[in-house]
């Protein structure tokens, strides 16, 4: 069975789409869903809340300006879930971005990979390459997601992110072993000393931490 995390990409079979129209949608999220699956665009896995029934996952559908940019929730049986995959590479998305900031985001992208370190583009960007449909606009952030093995490429990233001369901001998670996430402006706040807690964020919750024992770790202890 394929490991869950946050921002994992889940495509549906043809019976969970079924299972998807059959819900009563208000307003405009009944197209956006009817226009999802149609072209059997993708979902998100979220964080999964306790509430959730047995051998179902909490997806979520991030619509772009045509629908309002609603977040639909969807309750899927993992049954039903086709495959998973992931957000594009960054490089990737490079074309994508603003010109001025396409340069910036190859350099990133080669930076990031000399460490080790694996960065996908999720957020409007993300969402925008997987589906064809236009999300980003003036002032979106590029989030990026990226895979770091402990502390020390934690900070490695850090350096290189905080490097970044694009003209669009730099946001998104730096992703520890047992997929317990960090905001990497935090990460490197939390590094320099300006603030005492980190948030932790899991597919099951959130948790502050104050001790580095928390990330360097391996995946069967997190």
Known sequence: MVPLHRHQIAWLSDDGWRRVLGRCWEGDAQECVEHWAKRRLPLVVTRQPEYLSEGCLALGLSAPARWSRRRLMLQVPRSEVAYFDEF??????????????????????EALAREGITTRAYGSFGWQAMTGLAYARAGSDLDLWMNVSGTAEADAAVTCLAGWSGSVRLDGELVFPGEGAVAWREWQAWREGRTRGLLVKRLHGVATVQTMNAFDRQPEDA
Do not use: N, Y
């Open 88 to 109: 594009p590479l960054l490089d990737r998305i490079a074309p994508q971005l603003p010109g001025t900031a396409r340069a910036s985001a190859i350099a990133l992208a």
